[in-house]
Every structure is written in structure tokens, then in C-alpha cells.
T-cell receptor, first 110, second 115 residues
């Protein structure tokens, strides 16, 4: 196990709703990255937080937003959910080296 | 921009036989290359990485990968496959800059090891 935890494990939401996903990073890691893995695809980079500041963003619209807290845990917020947002959301923590992934949150939008 | 291609959606191999999962990449400069494995309903598990040095990299669970700069490839290999190796394998590349740059993943290759 990597020491990276995510909650909840599974989530079902309706189109138009908002969702918050949570990630606790491995001890000592100051960087958290979020990825979206659609069915049959590789993970796609959403954004990254370093010491509570966003310092990199992939090709995702502004309705995907995040936070990082002083203990380096993180949230991913998605507003105005669309059907295509259904995916496995992975967070990864790192501290200058390789990224360690959590088990993911499976989001289903109906 | 960097990219990764995994040309095979599925690889089937008999238990005990050698396996190869292919990966090619595109990046400016010297790449940082990674292999991850994903079991059903699990996150990604790190297998191995290439940053610099020997072209043959050894990783977890008996896996290794060979970096070939001229062919821009980083194929994953194992001399003798196990049924428990059946999973989804992802190759990834990071830009060769300092700091925490994001990973760019391939689409994945499903490995099926048949007893």
C-alpha cells in the first residue's frame, strides 16, 4: 500500500450536481496531483498542488477546481456534473520523486 | 508536448513464457519513463522507472524494462509470466525538468496470462 487514501470509494451523482472528492497524501509528501481515468483510457492529468498552490493544470475546464490544505491533503471539486465526468479519479502524492497513487474514487454521473 | 503510445490493447501469454508489453514515447530531451500496473478496482502501483544510467531497469515483481533511445521505446519484460501478473499495464513519461511535472500516460495494455 502507498499510504495515499481517497474518499469516498464510490459515488453516484446526477447531471448538474456538484461533487467533492478527498485525498490524504503520503506522510512527508508536499505535492498532490489529480488524474481522471475514463473507462478504457489511461489517466489524464487534471491539476497539481504544491504547498497549497495550484502549480500545473491539464486540459480541463474551470468547473474542475481543487484545494490543498496545510497538512497537504487535497480536495477535487467538480461543478455542474456532466455524463462524461463519469470516471475513476486518482490522486497521487509525491515529494520530488515518483508519484504514489491512491486507490481512486469511482464517480458515476447519471 | 510529450506523448506515449502502447500499440497493443491486449497481450496474451502462457504461464511460464516470457512476456513483453510495448511502449514508445515522444518527448523533448531525455525522458523520465515509468511503468505502472493496475489491478481491478485498485489504483496504480509503481513498477519501475528510467531516469538515467543503465538501459536495462529492474523493478518490482521480477519485471524489467529496456530503454532504447534510438527507437524511443521502453518495453516492459518479464522472463517467466505468472497468472497473477494478469492486469492492466500503463507506460508513462514525464518531461525532463526539475520539480514535480505531471505524468503523461499511454492508453494501457491488458495482459492476460493463461495457466
Amino acid at each position: 500500500e502507498t499510504g495515499v487514501t481517497q474518499s469516498p470509494t464510490h459515488l453516484i451523482k446526477t447531471r448538474g450536481q456538484q461533487v467533492t472528492l478527498r485525498c490524504s497524501s503520503q506522510s512527508g509528501h508536499n505535492t498532490v496531483s489529480w488524474y481522471q481515468q475514463a473507462l478504457g483510457q489511461g489517466p489524464q492529468f487534471i491539476f497539481q498542488y504544491y504547498r497549497e498552490e495550484e502549480n500545473g493544470r491539464g486540459n480541463f475546464p474551470p468547473r474542475f477546481s481543487g484545494l490543498q490544505f496545510p497538512n497537504y491533503s487535497s480536495e477535487l471539486n467538480v461543478n455542474a456534473l456532466e455524463l462524461d465526468d463519469s470516471a475513476l479519479y486518482l490522486c497521487a502524492s509525491s515529494s520530488g520523486g515518483e508519484q504514489y497513487f491512491g486507490p481512486g474514487t469511482r464517480l458515476t454521473v447519471t | 508536448a510529450q506523448s506515449v503510445a502502447q500499440p497493443e490493447d491486449q497481450v496474451n501469454v502462457a504461464e511460464g513464457n516470457p512476456l513483453t508489453v510495448k511502449c514508445t514515447y515522444s518527448v523533448s530531451g531525455n525522458p523520465y519513463l515509468f511503468w505502472y500496473v493496475q489491478y481491478p478496482n485498485r489504483g496504480l502501483q509503481f513498477l519501475l522507472k528510467y531516469i538515467t544510467g543503465d538501459n536495462l531497469v529492474k523493478g518490482s515483481y521480477g519485471f524489467e524494462a529496456e530503454f532504447n533511445k534510438s527507437q524511443t521505446s521502453f518495453h516492459l519484460k518479464k522472463p517467466s509470466a505468472l497468472v497473477s501478473d494478469s492486469a492492466l499495464y500503463f507506460c508513462a513519461v514525464r518531461a525532463p525538468v526539475s520539480g514535480n511535472t505531471p505524468l503523461v500516460f499511454g492508453k494501457g495494455t491488458r495482459l492476460s496470462v493463461i495457466a
